[in-house]
């Protein structure tokens, strides 16, 4: 038998989840049989799967050994961490992700990427260990395509991860972004409405003005905030967060973003050869309820120092 003791980073999630975090070689079955058969127990009683765990409660796990054995999974982080932050505090931390980086890995042990850079950073502040956690790791709230830059929102604790993926869900997150499009928009300002479905062979969205089956609804705010003959600079809201919204609905109303050659632009190449478009997620307002723990963000912007383009 062992005995775990619930910390903060592993209050409110559901037992079951919890346990195939901990323990990732044991059976589905045999966790559901252990717990009809009394063999895994909160405070010593009988409880089920959905039980939300609390800080403080005590885990009985009559389970073989060998599900135990299991050694921790180890974080691939780079040696040297590089991140520009634009504001951390002890729930936290906003970073301004560069052209180029993936913000998740794409492969087993990849570490050039923005959560590993973010996971690395607080590792040498002291503020994160994975061999002490038991089920929680910082993780990011939000994503950005490789080639788009801009503010990327990480959450330090299990409690403040909870907060900003609900007030991301309720739109209570406003996100903004800075754009260079194509050619001459008119009207200046406006919202685009349309209808996306995604094309799995070329990782690429069809925009359609109706609804059709298997597309979501995207809505996107725009205010041009200067104009050139040949391009715009655009201030963009997100009323929706899609896959490829902006990059797909500005090239829908023929204004693909500058250097986005998915969408139909002519490629801009980065140093490295890359091609990349024209776009960064410059701004961030929060709007999380009076009640929240993290309603002292309330009313903020938040916005990247350099726009590189």
Known sequence: MKE?????????????????KYMPSLPTAMLYRGLRKKRIKVNGGKTDGAYRLCEGDVLQLYLNDEFFETPKKQVATPQAPELKVIYEDENILLADKPVGQLVHDDKPGQTDTAIAHIRAYLMAKGEYDPQKEQSFAPALCNRLDRNTSGIVIAAKNAAALREINAAVKERKVDKYYQCLAEGVINPPTGVLTGFLRKNAADNRMTVFDTQKPNTVKAVTAYRVMEQGDTRCRVEVELLTGRTHQIRAQFAHMGHPLC???????????????????????????????????????????FCVEHIPF
């Open 259 to 301: 250097g986005d050659a998915k969408y139909g632009a002519t490629p801009v190449r980065t140093r490295k050869g890359r091609a990349w478009q024209a776009l960064c997620a410059y701004r961030v307002r929060f709007r999380f309820d009076e009640t929240s723990p993290l309603s002292y963000l309330n009313g903020r912007d």
């Open 4 to 20: 775990i003791t619930i910390a903060a980073n592993d209050a409110g999630q559901r037992l079951d989840k919890f346990i195939t």
